[in-house]
């Protein structure tokens, strides 16, 4: 007697007895969603025995799902606690990954190509971060004369 792979309820090449079936979902009415701040998360949300628990506006207990805290909204402080420098582009405060012997030879060659072609500039080269592209982990830069 042989054995065979295939269980005995199934030929091949027949259809799937689900085929062709839909299956519905049941639908919430009503239920509204709200990402709470960060600081107001952290004031209703409580955990204990790693189990989160929700307290209403007057203190009780209340069964919701936990979204995830959006940031905090800025506020006065954080508006006016930027970088000092306006008339620099704000993307020459942030950090980048740059590899050293190519900045020095983007340096060298910008250097002398300004000094050639405009031996009396006065001005400073700095980073044209209007024009910088990001390649993978590393970025392509240019100078640009003040």
């Known amino acids: 007697m042989r054995l065979s792979k295939r269980k005995a309820g199934f030929k091949k090449g027949t259809a799937s007895p689900k085929k062709g ?17 960060k600081k107001a998360f952290e004031r209703r949300v409580h955990t204990s025995n790693n189990v989160l628990t929700f307290k209403d506006t007057d203190g009780t207990d209340t069964t919701v799902s936990a979204l995830r805290p959006r940031p905090n909204a800025f ?19 942030t950090n980048k990954l740059m590899v050293q012997a190519k900045v020095h030879a983007l340096f060298n060659s910008a250097f002398k190509k300004h000094r ?7 001005g400073d080269l700095n980073f044209d971060a209007a024009n910088s592209v990001r390649w993978g982990m590393g970025w392509r830069e240019r100078l640009k004369c003040t």
């Open 21 to 37: 079936k839909t299956v519905a979902f049941p639908t919430v009415a009503g239920n509204k969603y709200v990402r709470l701040e």
């Open 75 to 93: 506020n006065v402080v954080d508006e006016y606690s930027g970088c000092g420098d306006e008339s620099l582009h704000p993307d020459l405060y």
């Open 116 to 122: 050639h072609d405009k031996p009396n500039c006065e």
